[in-house]
């Protein structure tokens, strides 16, 4: 995609999210950082003097010159934007670009100390409503909505768990799994992991969407439509239910882990896409590596954490041997003051008693694997 900022002046970009976030300050350019970081379905834009040279890595884009050239190209490719700029100068900017409630994306505007998040236009059936809330909670911050009703009170398919970080597998179903949502049709939701307070609103689900303990219960109901939350992936026979349907990723996935010094980044990533690969485990549901502190500094560590956006979380010796693991041993504490290293680390950030995964060893990694229970 090309957007069109200015006679003689492009910026070039990938477009990878449905909604895009745009700062204009220092500011709001951290909290943009944080919030594009925390919210994966969207694409940052903002001024090319606050360059951080990590923009290519994280897909960032950098434009320069007034942001009002920039808002005719996201309006036509963004269902929903998301600025951090003064209200009044929003409103200002997007009056030419008003067309029609049915088609205008949402916008929603943040102050700039990210304490408010106001929605601005297409509140409900450009959904600024719902964006409004799932960004406040992700920055902690309070939403401000000024309809009179609020909407249908349902589930917001594309930010179902947005959250907590939740991730579509493919985007394909989206629009016709919402029709189905929004038209009051049979929908079953499937939860095997991830936060189970999805639901915030004051009153029970409706009727019309039903929380089934298993994917073959809820083909055996055969609703018109499915929201599918889990970490795994599905066998052949549970495909079916994403003929309209989502499969939603939480952030479940612990990776604890060991290494050589100077392990490289690609032996670490083989050796976690070999181990998930055996687990039948998506690598989107993966949250945080975890360690002992003395690998803070581990490169392959900390490379591997930046591409994939994932916690890297060290322990002390002493911490990890609070634990209670299965295989403590001698040659490890020589070398660390710790029993364990990949086993204990794993169990103290997932809070699970039991891995899935208990110490592999692969040439200069040493891996266990945990989910978090919730």
Same mark, same amino acid.
């Given at each position: 995609?090309?957007?069109?900022?200015?006679?003689?002046?492009?910026?070039?970009?990938?477009?990878?999210?449905?909604?895009?976030?745009?700062?204009?300050?220092?500011?709001?350019?951290?909290?943009?950082?944080?919030?594009?970081?925390?919210? !994966?379905?969207?694409? /940052?834009?903002?001024?090319?003097?606050?360059?951080? @040279?990590?923009?290519?890595?994280?897909?960032?884009?950098?434009?320069?010159?007034?942001?009002?050239? /920039?808002?005719?190209?996201?309006?036509?490719?963004?269902?929903?934007?998301?600025?951090?700029?003064? /209200?009044?100068?929003?409103?200002?900017?997007?009056?030419?670009?008003?067309?029609?409630?049915?088609?205008?994306?949402?916008?929603?505007?943040?102050?700039?100390? #990210?304490?408010?998040?106001?929605?601005?236009?297409? #509140?409900?059936?450009?959904?600024?409503?719902?964006?409004?809330?799932?960004?406040?909670?992700?920055?902690?911050?309070?939403?401000?909505?000024?309809?009179?009703?609020?909407?249908?009170?349902?589930?917001?398919?594309?930010?179902?768990?947005?959250?907590?970080?939740?991730?579509?597998?493919?985007? @394909?179903?989206?629009? !016709?799994?919402?029709?189905?949502?929004?038209?009051?049709?049979?929908?079953?939701?499937?939860?095997?992991?991830?936060?189970?307070?999805?639901?915030?609103?004051?009153?029970? /689900?409706?009727?019309?969407?039903?929380?089934?303990?298993?994917? @073959?219960?809820?083909?055996?109901?055969?609703?018109?439509?499915?929201?599918?939350?889990?970490?795994?992936?599905?066998?052949?026979?549970?495909?079916?239910?994403?003929?309209? #349907?989502?499969?939603?990723? !939480?952030?479940?996935?612990?990776?604890?882990?060991?290494?050589?010094?100077?392990?490289?980044?690609?032996?670490?990533?083989?050796?976690?896409?070999?181990?998930?690969?055996?687990?039948?485990?998506?690598?989107?549901?993966?949250?945080?590596?975890?360690?002992?502190?003395?690998?803070?500094?581990?490169?392959?560590?900390?490379?591997?954490?930046?591409?994939?956006?994932w916690d890297f979380i060290?322990?002390?010796?002493?911490?990890?041997?609070?634990?209670?693991i299965d295989d403590p041993?001698?040659?490890?504490?020589?070398?660390?003051?710790?029993?364990?290293?990949?086993?204990?680390?794993?169990?103290?950030?997932?809070?699970?008693?039991?891995?899935?995964?208990?110490?592999?060893?692969?040439?200069?990694?040493?891996?266990?694997?945990?989910?978090?229970?919730?």
């Amino acid at each position: 995609m090309t957007l069109v900022l200015e006679e003689g002046k492009q910026v070039k970009l990938e477009k990878n999210g449905t909604y895009a976030i745009v700062a204009i300050t220092k500011h709001g350019v951290e909290l943009a950082r944080n919030l594009h970081k925390k919210f !994966p379905q969207t694409d /940052l834009f903002y001024m090319s003097k606050f360059e951080r @040279e990590d923009e290519q890595r994280r897909n960032i884009s950098l434009f320069e010159g007034n942001v009002r050239l /920039l808002l005719p190209s996201l309006f036509q490719e963004y269902k929903g934007i998301i600025m951090i700029v003064s /209200l009044g100068a929003v409103v200002r900017m997007i009056a030419p670009l008003l067309k029609d409630k049915k088609t205008d994306p949402a916008v929603v505007v943040i102050d700039d100390k #990210g304490e408010h998040v106001i929605s601005v236009l297409s #509140g409900h059936l450009g959904g600024a409503n719902e964006l409004t809330k799932e960004v406040a909670e992700l920055l902690g911050a309070t939403p401000v909505i000024t309809t009179a009703s609020d909407v249908q009170k349902t589930i917001p398919v594309d930010l179902f768990g947005s959250r907590f970080g939740w991730t579509w597998e493919s985007a @394909e179903k989206l629009t !016709p799994v919402s029709a189905s949502v929004v038209n009051e049709e049979q929908v079953a939701v499937i939860q095997e992991s991830g936060e189970r307070d999805w639901w915030h609103y004051d009153r029970p /689900l409706p009727d019309t969407i039903k929380v089934y303990p298993s994917i @073959e219960d809820a083909l055996h109901a055969k609703p018109n439509a499915a929201l599918v939350v889990t970490h795994r992936n599905l066998k052949e026979a549970e495909q079916a239910i994403l003929e309209n #349907g989502v499969l939603y990723r !939480p952030k479940v996935i612990v990776l604890g882990m060991g290494c050589n010094r100077g392990t490289s980044m690609e032996e670490i990533e083989q050796v976690i896409y070999s181990t998930l690969e055996e687990l039948k485990f998506s690598i989107k549901s993966v949250k945080a590596i975890c360690s002992i502190d003395l690998k803070k500094d581990e490169k392959g560590f900390l490379a591997i954490s930046e591409k994939y956006n994932w916690d890297f979380i060290c322990y002390s010796a002493d911490e990890l041997n609070r634990m209670s693991i299965d295989d403590p041993s001698e040659t490890v504490f020589k070398f660390t003051g710790a029993y364990g290293v990949s086993e204990p680390a794993a169990k103290l950030f997932s809070g699970a008693d039991t891995l899935s995964l208990v110490k592999k060893k692969s040439g200069n990694v040493t891996i266990s694997v945990a989910v978090i229970p919730y």
